[in-house]
């Protein structure tokens, strides 16, 4: 009897702390969701209160619009690209950096100076997205004036008359921005993959060197199963950067929120968002949220469950 | 126990009768206390901030009120409505507070939602408050009184025959004039006058003059045309001009009312198109200019990379900063084509930067003597000296005033224009058609498409627009 109440008392104790958290979880986040799943059946323009319901209207036309199902092929390739070479070179980059080195002592350490390279890696990431944008346009600036042409007109390699139009040129503009989103991601990767390669007892690489191992072998049958867990995170995480690309989409490429030339960068996020904003289709809009929401959902599942592996312990 | 109140007690017929009374005292005192958390004296309950009507005044406007003024502060800076601000309190002995921002939607929606709007709002920007949504909420004051009322230059006439066509057309909503759309802008090529004198180059009358004068640009190292590549806004703004021009105003007409030939079967679009294309073609372009950014193209054509770039008439102040003292910026009509129907001094114009005077403002006779005076000559020659534009007054500006180069320019273009004037809707109208066709320009200029496969692009976009739920509404004559 005591222990129903001493059960009962406890539950009220935990629920007194919860109950406000939860209630600003369900307000703040829980709550616009289902609006956003109630407007996407609806014609709201997002300027005036009032709307009719459409039923599924949005989500048929959705199919049929060429430019989101572009817009949706081209996050498949970020999804893709993103995770796979970030996380490659962050592993390689953090590998070389702690465990690259060899001295004759036969410790493990890393090469020459990767105390400094860790920091040096570590700065793009310490730059928000809106500078980066700024950045890499001057980098791909389409003129003289543009680090990118500047350079490669020094070297005779372009003709100064007709430079490179990095970001207007439908087969370059997506990894033209797919190499910053790298290059941005690559340092964090890299503190977070060093952080956990230095976790793992130096014991086991000095075995491994005794045995005759050479740094690919101890790449791959040490450090890598190691990592697992810290890789698979990464890659969800990488892959709902890559569902959502907003920022440099917008800011680079031309047109109204980005995704120029002709639609050739064109991300979900921004298709949605000229919807939204531009076009005054809110409701329209609103389904194409829905099916971005559902998307990196299901991705995190899949890659989750797809990477899952037997967990080491040390 | 009797059921009948004693003098101890209140009944519930006493109850409901008191409250009921209390209630009748305490809404008027409510209002007159809002009134007074305003800030302004609300002209229907306090009597003394009401002025006598008269011939000089003609809304009535109260000595020594307080005026609250909130414009939008982007291109054109707010210094002109600081400018305007002085004059008036000088005028009229008020008090007025200044908000110069850009959002204005996050600082003026609590506002009129809470029933004490400013007395003037410039409603512009990007997040501006849609004017027809605050039309369609009662929330602003018809201004048709302004228009009415005599102008300060003139008190014999109307402010309304002091004004641009088409000013009060544009500021209707549902039948009521509520907007003043204050600034005249008016759209073409721009160059360098020193650059010009330099190379001996005449101004440009026809297409063919256009492209000889970029020819010789280029031989001489220059680019011949510039355009803000990354806003194909721009360079639209050519070929929709050159259509006009050339197949006169049914033309510009079709497209804004979405007939199935605005662009396919329609010479003069095709001939538009393959002007522009021609600039291409001969690769008379600035090097890089179409992946550049307005300022980027711009601040290069100011330095003397390119001898034409199209744009609007708030060039100028735009780029003040990076404009070289001796530019010498001078406007330029859109050259016209073989056979054109609208002669080279034609332009495009238009009004922008709606003011607008809220119905439930604290001082509204303040606010409408203050657009009353913003339509005087003294306060557009103000605008166009701080602001370096022009307004929607006719000869709104003193001729004897200086103004810069390229604002001078643009002022005499405008005489020169007269009634020669046009201006597209469909951008306002239908901003999926504009998106497309800026598309369908952007591979034009990067020479992805030709000008065939632009016209064919251009009519899918009005086909488009057509079956918006939209094109019922929208028709002009």
Not at chain 2, 81 to 101: I, P, Q, V
Not at chain 2, 199 to 227: Q, R, Y
Request: charged share 20%; hydrophobic share 45%; with cysteine.
């Amino acid at each position: 009897m005591s222990q129903v109440a001493q059960g009962k008392g406890r539950i009220g104790f935990i629920a007194g702390f919860l109950v406000l958290p939860l209630a600003l979880y369900l307000t703040f986040v829980i709550w616009p969701y289902i609006q956003t799943f109630g407007y996407s059946f609806t014609n709201w323009s997002g300027q005036s209160p009032t709307f009719d319901f459409v039923g599924l209207d949005n989500y048929a036309a959705l199919m049929k619009d060429e430019v989101f199902r572009g817009a949706l092929w081209h996050n498949l390739l970020l999804l893709v690209f993103v995770p796979t070479v970030t996380i490659l070179l962050a592993l390689f980059f953090a590998f070389m950096v702690n465990a690259g080195g060899r001295s004759g002592a036969g410790g493990v350490r890393g090469v020459w100076g990767s105390s400094v390279y860790k920091i040096v890696y570590f700065f793009p990431q310490v730059l928000s997205l809106a500078i980066l944008a700024v950045l890499f346009g001057a980098v791909y600036r389409s003129d003289e004036g543009g680090l990118l042409n500047g350079f490669l007109t020094k070297l005779g390699l372009v003709d100064p008359v007709h430079p490179v139009e990095w970001l207007n040129q439908p087969d370059l503009a997506l990894w033209c921005l797919l190499l910053v989103v790298v290059w941005h991601g690559v340092g964090f990767y890299l503190v977070l993959f060093s952080a956990a390669m230095q976790s793992v007892p130096k014991d086991i690489y000095e075995a491994a060197l005794l045995d005759g191992a050479g740094r690919a072998q101890t790449f791959l049958k040490v450090t890598l199963p190691l990592l697992w867990d810290s890789v698979q995170t990464s890659a969800v995480y990488l892959g709902i950067a890559a569902m959502d690309m907003f920022v440099l989409v917008s800011t680079m490429t031309s047109g109204q929120f980005g995704g120029g030339p002709d639609h050739h960068s064109e991300v979900m996020a921004t298709v949605l968002m000229r919807n939204f904003l531009y076009f005054g289709k809110s409701g329209y809009a609103c389904a194409m949220g829905v099916v971005m929401l559902v998307l990196t959902m299901i991705l995190s599942i899949v890659t989750l469950r797809a990477t899952r592996r037997e967990r080491i312990e040390f | 126990m009797s059921m009948r109140s004693t003098g101890e007690g209140i009944g519930r017929r006493d109850l409901i009768k008191r409250s009921a009374a209390l209630g009748l005292i305490s809404v008027p005192t409510m209002s007159f206390l809002s009134a007074c958390a305003s800030g302004g004296g609300d002209t229907s309950t306090k009597g003394p901030d009401k002025g006598a009507v008269t011939k000089e005044n003609p809304f009535g406007v109260a000595k020594g009120g307080k005026l609250d003024v909130v414009v939008f502060k982007g291109g054109f800076g707010d210094d002109y409505a600081k400018a305007w601000e002085a004059a008036f309190d000088k005028k009229w002995g008020t008090t007025s507070s200044h908000l110069g921002t850009q959002e204005i939607a996050a600082k003026l929606q609590p506002r009129f939602n809470g029933g004490n709007p400013p007395d003037v709002i410039d409603d512009s920007g990007a997040q501006q408050i849609k004017v027809d949504v605050l039309a369609k909420g009662g929330q602003l004051a018809e201004l048709t009184a302004v228009l009415d009322a005599p102008s300060l230059d003139d008190p014999a006439k109307k402010v309304r025959d002091m004004l641009i066509p088409g000013t009060v057309e544009q500021g209707t909503q549902g039948g009521k004039f509520v907007a003043l759309y204050y600034v005249y802008t008016v759209f073409g090529f721009w160059y360098s006058g020193k650059l010009f004198k330099e190379k001996g180059w005449a101004e440009p009358k026809t297409w063919d003059e256009f492209l000889d004068i970029c020819t010789k640009a280029k031989a001489a190292g220059i680019g011949g045309l510039a355009h803000q590549g990354k806003y194909p806004y721009y360079i639209n703004v050519v070929i929709m001009d050159l259509i006009a021009k050339k197949g006169g105003l049914e033309a510009m007409k079709a497209i804004d009312n979405l007939e199935p030939n605005a662009f396919e079967g329609n010479p003069a679009a095709l001939a538009a198109v393959e002007a522009v294309y021609e600039v291409v073609e001969k690769d008379l372009l600035m090097a890089g200019t179409n992946g550049l950014t307005h300022t980027e193209s711009q601040t290069a054509w100011n330095q003397y990379k390119a001898a034409f770039i199209p744009s609007g008439s708030w060039l100028e102040n735009e780029q003040l900063k990076q404009t070289p003292d001796d530019f010498d910026m001078k406007f330029l009509p859109v050259p016209t084509l073989a056979d054109s129907k609208l002669p080279f001094e034609a332009i495009r114009a238009g009004a922008g930067e709606p003011f607008i005077v809220p119905e439930k403002a604290a001082n509204k006779a303040g606010g409408l003597e203050f657009l009353r005076s913003m339509l005087s000559r003294e306060w557009s020659t103000l605008f166009a000296q701080q602001a370096n534009s022009l307004t929607v007054v006719k000869d709104g500006v003193d001729p004897n005033v200086k103004l810069r180069p390229g604002t001078a320019s643009a002022v005499a273009a405008v005489k020169t224009a007269g009634s020669n004037t046009f201006s597209y809707l469909y951008p306002d109208w239908y901003s999926e058609m504009d998106t497309e066709i800026q598309n369908a320009s952007n591979e034009l200029m990067a020479k992805r498409i030709q000008p065939k496969e632009w016209i064919k692009r251009a009519q899918a976009a009005v086909d488009k627009a057509a079956k918006d739920p939209n094109a019922k509404n929208n028709h002009r004559s």
